[in-house]
């Protein structure tokens, strides 16, 4: 008969054992490349995990307790004089509470370990010891540091008890977890989800018996679930973070949904689990299973994932699925409020994705020569069904002489921001006369085809539609044009292996020019292109045309 724990369990020790030869065989370089504190302490976790384990290769292996030793001593002397360690951050009560979760951790492994490992448990505590008080104190940047701080303390409280380390924790919980009613944290960030707030979150209600915030995390991976595509990763266009303009790979969450899929009994979570190949983080997932085992437990039985969208209106976000074709559309982009782009906004000026099988549409954006304001960016996303509407008003204006008043004889005036650029040019005082820009994007998500109808008014402003396909596959019916390809007439296909996307477009322009990113990016001489195998289709004066992509 099968056994699924000992199965799992087996998978992870294998996977570990790999990673931990390769810890053993690189601690000399490592340390001799001027690490990072957390890649140390992950080395020293990966081994404790294995030399603890009677499954493993190296249990009770004295080569592999005294690497972990050394590395653990190594990081006691990365240690600064007030506790913290020093990185990417300097004296990083954050960046440190990443470590001390590790650190406390492999300190819990210790308690099921062999004889031999009490010089390793005492370098544990006193780098513990030392970072406890100001980790207590500390502040941090960004929501995510919140919980995992919180975490962090959490876990030296059950090792070496202090109501005010507890204290410390509820006073960061009082300010609310920020979580929406969708299930994404207030960075939308699958990628901070992953590694920070949800396993922060599930170590604090464990350790300190909150377990509502089990419940939020539940959700988070609820939305995580919806929000994963055809290609095994998950959405990340809304994201407020850096990994916006890239992917998040949907396998890192594995013991995540095998949690609440075991503790909870959940079994579209199982199913999510079942179709995860490999371990990405054997070291972490052994270490969980040792403490608990039961997360290497069978899955309940699997709810295969149904056909439908599922709407975010929090982050302006829909994800239309069935099967191998997807369909993304986004339409939450923080520029209409903030009017700039900067780190902890969203500002991906991508709209829709289209997944068909192989055949992948990674960007539809529609660039435009207007005030140097950059792309379309919706303010929000309208909801019917499968139609979503996505709307932006962009203006700028022209200032008229200052009124008599506040005219200088030196010609020395404010330098002020006028929302586009800044220039001593007072101009709050200055009559203005705005131009302004109107675009509506109504997208149709149908059986494998998506209708895109664009109506921009003045038509007469110069746009055009980049569609960035995903390399590997090739274009058909196009011509090379500067940056990328144009349609020959008004059909081109995107074809890779045995899947294609057909592009259709009733009305195009003669204009034919590249994308442009905005004077935010281009007075710095950057850029945040898409990537991949673009097609532009241009805009008739009209400013309207429809676009179709059909799947096959």
């Known amino acids: ?59 009770a292996s004295a080569e592999a307790e005294g690497a972990a030793q050394r590395l653990v001593e190594f990081l006691a002397g990365m240690q600064a004089g007030n506790g913290l360690f020093d990185g990417e951050n300097f004296a990083s009560p954050p960046d440190t509470a990443f470590t001390v979760n590790d650190l406390c951790d492999t300190y819990a492994l210790l308690e099921i370990a062999p004889e031999g490992f009490a010089a390793l448990g005492d370098s544990l505590a006193a780098v513990a010891a030392r970072a406890a008080e100001p980790l207590r104190l500390g502040g941090v940047h960004t929501p995510n540091h919140r919980w995992e701080l919180s975490s962090a303390l959490a876990k030296l409280h059950r090792h070496w008890p202090d109501e005010r380390l507890v204290a410390r924790v509820d006073e960061w919980l009082a300010e609310g977890v920020d979580i929406d009613a ?60 850096q990994d ?126 207007f005030f140097g304001l950059g792309p379309f960016r919706a303010d929000g996303l309208d909801a019917d069904g499968s139609t979503f509407l996505l709307r932006e008003r962009a203006s700028a204006a022209y200032y008229g002489p200052l009124p008599a008043g506040f005219r200088r004889g030196d010609a020395v005036y404010d330098l002020a921001d006028e929302g586009r650029f800044s220039a001593a040019m007072d101009f709050a005082h200055r009559p203005a006369e705005p131009v302004a820009l109107e675009t509506s994007v109504q997208i149709t998500v149908g059986e494998r085809e998506v209708a895109v109808q664009i109506a921009a008014d003045p038509g007469r402003v110069r746009q055009v539609l980049e569609l960035a396909f995903r390399d590997g596959g090739e274009l058909e019916g196009v011509r090379p044009v500067d940056g990328g390809f144009e349609p020959e007439g008004t059909t081109a296909v995107y074809r890779k292996g045995g899947d294609r996307i057909t592009v259709e477009v009733d009305a195009r322009g003669a204009f034919t020019r590249g994308y442009h990113p905005g004077e935010d990016y281009t007075h710095l001489g950057g850029t945040d292109a898409a990537h991949g195998i673009r097609l532009y289709v241009p805009l008739p004066a009209t400013g309207r045309c429809t676009l179709v992509l059909r799947a096959s």
């Open 182 to 241: 969708d299930g994404w944290y207030s960075e939308r960030s699958p990628n901070y989800a992953l590694w920070v707030s949800n396993p922060a979150l599930v170590a604090i209600g464990e350790h300190l018996g909150r377990p509502a915030l089990l419940d939020l995390v539940e959700r988070s991976l609820e939305a995580v679930a919806a929000a994963t595509l055809p290609d095994g990763t998950v959405e990340t266009v809304h994201s407020r973070r």
């Open 1 to 59: 008969m099968r056994d699924s724990r000992t199965e799992f369990a087996g998978a992870a020790t294998a996977a570990a054992d790999a990673r931990a030869r390769e810890v053993l065989g690189g601690v000399d370089a490592l340390l001799g490349s001027d690490p990072h504190h957390r890649a140390v302490m992950g080395a020293a976790k990966a081994l404790v995990a294995c030399a603890v384990n009677p499954a493993s290769a190296f249990f």
């Open 244 to 369: 916006q303009r890239g992917t998040i790979a949907l396998a890192p969450f594995l013991m995540q949904f095998r949690r609440f899929a075991i503790r909870r009994g959940r079994g579209d979570f199982a199913a999510v689990a079942a179709g995860i190949e490999g371990i990405a983080d054997p070291a972490s997932a052994l270490t969980e299973i040792l403490l608990e085992p039961d997360l290497a437990g069978e899955l309940p039985e699997p709810e295969a994932r149904k056909a439908g969208t599922a709407v975010f209106a929090g982050s302006g976000l829909a994800v239309s699925r069935d099967g191998d074709f997807a369909a993304t559309v986004y339409g939450g982009s923080d520029y209409a409020a903030h009017g700039r782009i900067r780190s902890g906004l969203a500002t991906n000026p991508t709209f829709l994705r289209l997944f068909a099988g192989d055949a992948v549409l990674d960007s539809v954006r529609l660039s435009r020569d």
